[in-house]
Structure formats: C-alpha cells, structure tokens
C-alpha cells in the first residue's frame, strides 16, 4: 500500500517542486540576470504606472483644487520606441498645468493601446488628452512582432478572454502557456545569469537598473543610453541599413489586418463613450527610410490601403489626425537609426502634440 502511494504522490511532489522552481522566474532580480534583451522592463512596469495615473489623477480631482484653480490635466501617450524617449521634465516645465504619463513600449499594436486604455478607464480615470500612434506597421498581420512583443509581455486574461474572438486561437494558447508556466515567458539562459551573477558591475545589469529607475522617476519614459546619451547616426551607410533591416522585419509580408483596426475602434469608441480627446500621430522617420518606403513597389498598394482606412476612421469617430512626415512645423533630421528620432527632435514633437490639443478645441 505504501508503495502504492508513493507511485501516486511522486509525480504529485515533482510537479509542486517543478512549479515552485518555475515562479522564480517572475522574480525581478532573476529576469535581470537571465533575459537577452530589455524589451520586458517596459512591459512588466506599465501596471506600476496605471497605479500612478489612478492616484495622481484623482488627487487632481479634489474639489478645492477645481476651486483654486491648480487641477492640473492628464495626458496619456500610447505609441511604440518612437514615442517613448519624452522629455518628462521638460514636459512638466513648459506645461505645469499638465500630468503626463508615456505608455510607449518598443514595437506595440492598437490591440496594446485599447488594453492600456481600457485598464486606465476601469480605474475611474477620465484623462484630458490621449495621445494614439498609428503606423502601417503596426497593422500587419504578415510579420511576428505582434507575438513576439505585445502577445509576449503584456494584456491579461480578462482581455483575451473578452476579446478572444479579436485573437488567433494559436495567439491565445500562446498566451495561455506564458501566463501558466514563467520560464516560457522568461526563459532562463543559464549561461548569461552565471556570467552576470557572478560580476555586481555587469554592464548589461547596470544598463537595466538604470533604465528601471529612469522610467519610474519619469512615468514610463524611456532613457536613451545606448549606445549613450544624446547620440545620433552620422553615417549614412549605417541609416541605409538600419533602414532596410526594419523595412524587412516589421513592413514585411505586409497583409492589412483588419483586427487591429477592431482594436483601434474599440479605444475610439470608448474615448468617445467617455468624452475622452484623441489625437491619432504618425511619427516621422529618416528620410532614408522614407524613401525606401516610397520606393517598394510590393508596399504601395497595402500602405496606400492603410491609408484609406485609417482616414475613415478618423472621420468616422471625428477624431484630428497628426502625419509629422506632412508637418512644417516638425522637420527632424537626427536619429539614432532609420526608424527613431534623437531626442533633440522630441521638443518639436511636443510642441506639435500640444498644439493639436489647442487648435482643435479638445
């Protein structure tokens, strides 16, 4: 009989063993040491800042700050690495009269922006200004970085199940096997965490801890350190290339998906739902890259078709619609590589996004 209940209560044991060595994997000191790159760190930090914007946001609402007239408003930013690097305390100086919380994540969908946005609205919290970018990259249905960054990092179970039908039954089990097991959704490399665990003055782990603390002490904006500070690309070469490899991977097998344009719909409608203003912002790329664009004759009937939609949509929602490659007022040429601006150009572009806000009266 014992021998019996040993048979059963093994595989029992192996698998509570199993599961408990698993959760170390959520542990923030251990995905420092194990994971490739820092992609997780802006993920795993957006539900710390939802947090924020519901306290701040509603310390904001107190009745006598609406009497002396210091309420101050909230401005959410949703967008990709191109919208990530604001100047908050620049920000916060040239507008003291405005919250501003960046939700940008490196290669992020719509489907990511209305699960930010739906999350914030579940608080309580009504903000005063919501910034959207758009991009044809980010509708397209043909490349893998929906998985590999959005699906991988970020939504929770209520969203997918909520909205499963918006998902690839491969999308959810994917999904599923991330949230149940941690070491697929953080695989360990044994190598990289003995290498770093063995040196405290690891340059990987120095550049995570200072890109962690940057972005909680500046709301989720990003730090530019690599390869260091305030640096652009010089050389033209290299913008050609960067140009061509991001072309490749994210504007590649370009097929229209019509279920991100669901997702965009479905932020819309609520922000028009809760009287929410929103501005829809392509960034501005190298005109490298742009030219490249322009010049793929496999992408100018599908970005051509993006195009359409896109404006439908925001006729259909009424909603001010900012392209910067069509902006006088913003003409930034210095990036770091063919897709993103250096951040002397993020003055220019908040200027723009503020005066948007102005100009349609939102």
């Given at each position: 009989?014992?021998?019996?209940?040993?048979?059963?209560?093994?595989?029992?044991?192996?698998?509570?063993v199993?599961?408990?060595?698993?959760?170390?994997?959520?542990?923030?000191?251990?995905?420092?040491l194990?994971?490739p790159?820092?992609?997780?760190?802006?993920?795993?930090?957006?539900?710390?800042l939802?947090?924020?914007?519901?306290?701040?946001?509603?310390a904001?609402?107190?009745?006598?700050?609406?009497?002396?007239?210091?309420?101050?408003?909230?401005?959410?930013?949703l967008?990709?690495?191109?919208?990530l690097?604001?100047?908050?305390?620049?920000?916060?100086?040239?507008?003291?009269?405005?919250?501003?919380?960046?939700?940008?994540?490196?290669?992020?969908?719509?489907?990511y922006y209305?699960?930010?946005?739906?999350?914030?609205?579940?608080?309580?919290?009504?903000?005063?200004?919501?910034?959207?970018?758009?991009?044809?990259?980010?509708?397209?249905?043909?490349?893998?970085?929906?998985v590999?960054?959005?699906?991988?990092?970020?939504?929770?179970?209520?969203?997918?199940?909520?909205?499963?039908?918006?998902?690839?039954?491969?999308?959810?089990?994917?999904?599923?096997a991330?949230f149940?097991?941690?070491?697929?959704?953080y695989?360990?490399d044994?190598?990289?965490?003995?290498?770093?665990?063995?040196?405290?003055?690891?340059?990987?782990?120095?550049?995570?801890?200072?890109?962690?603390?940057?972005?909680r002490?500046?709301?989720g904006?990003?730090?530019?350190?690599?390869?260091?500070?305030?640096?652009?690309e010089?050389?033209?070469?290299?913008?050609?290339l960067?140009s061509?490899?991001?072309?490749?991977?994210?504007?590649?097998?370009?097929?229209?998906?019509?279920?991100?344009?669901?997702?965009?719909?479905?932020?819309?409608?609520?922000?028009?739902?809760?009287?929410?203003?929103?501005?829809?912002?392509?960034?501005?790329?190298?005109?490298t890259?742009?030219?490249?664009?322009?010049?793929?004759?496999?992408?100018?009937?599908p970005?051509?078709?993006?195009?359409?939609?896109?404006?439908?949509?925001?006729?259909?929602?009424?909603?001010?619609?900012?392209?910067?490659?069509?902006?006088?007022?913003?003409?930034?040429?210095?990036?770091?590589?063919?897709?993103?601006m250096?951040?002397?150009?993020?003055?220019?572009?908040?200027?723009?996004?503020?005066?948007?806000?102005?100009?349609?009266?939102?």
């Amino acid at each position: 009989m014992k021998s019996n209940l040993r048979v059963v209560y093994f595989p029992l044991i192996l698998f509570l063993v199993y599961f408990g060595l698993d959760k170390t994997c959520l542990l923030p000191q251990m995905k420092k040491l194990s994971q490739p790159d820092a992609t997780y760190l802006y993920f795993d930090y957006k539900t710390d800042l939802i947090d924020q914007v519901e306290k701040i946001h509603k310390a904001n609402q107190k009745p006598e700050n609406f009497v002396s007239g210091v309420r101050k408003k909230t401005l959410i930013i949703l967008g990709s690495s191109r919208l990530l690097y604001f100047d908050t305390a620049r920000f916060h100086r040239n507008y003291p009269d405005w919250e501003l919380f960046n939700f940008s994540a490196p290669v992020t969908s719509p489907a990511y922006y209305a699960y930010i946005f739906e999350r914030i609205l579940e608080r309580g919290v009504k903000p005063d200004y919501v910034v959207v970018e758009v991009d044809p990259l980010q509708y397209n249905d043909g490349s893998d970085h929906f998985v590999r960054s959005n699906l991988a990092y970020s939504f929770d179970l209520p969203f997918i199940l909520k909205h499963h039908d918006l998902f690839k039954n491969s999308e959810i089990s994917f999904f599923l096997a991330r949230f149940l097991f941690a070491g697929y959704k953080y695989p360990p490399d044994l190598q990289a965490i003995a290498s770093r665990a063995r040196d405290p003055n690891d340059r990987w782990l120095l550049a995570l801890n200072e890109l962690d603390k940057y972005q909680r002490e500046n709301r989720g904006a990003g730090r530019s350190i690599i390869p260091r500070e305030n640096w652009y690309e010089r050389d033209f070469a290299r913008l050609e290339l960067s140009s061509r490899h991001t072309i490749s991977w994210l504007y590649g097998n370009f097929e229209l998906s019509e279920r991100q344009f669901g997702f965009l719909e479905m932020l819309l409608r609520d922000a028009r739902s809760g009287q929410v203003p929103v501005l829809l912002l392509r960034p501005q790329v190298s005109s490298t890259m742009q030219r490249q664009l322009d010049e793929d004759s496999r992408l100018a009937a599908p970005l051509a078709e993006w195009e359409v939609r896109l404006k439908k949509e925001q006729k259909d929602f009424s909603v001010p619609y900012l392209d910067l490659r069509h902006d006088r007022d913003v003409s930034c040429n210095t990036f770091v590589d063919g897709a993103h601006m250096a951040l002397d150009c993020y003055h220019m572009l908040t200027v723009a996004v503020m005066r948007e806000y102005r100009a349609n009266g939102l």
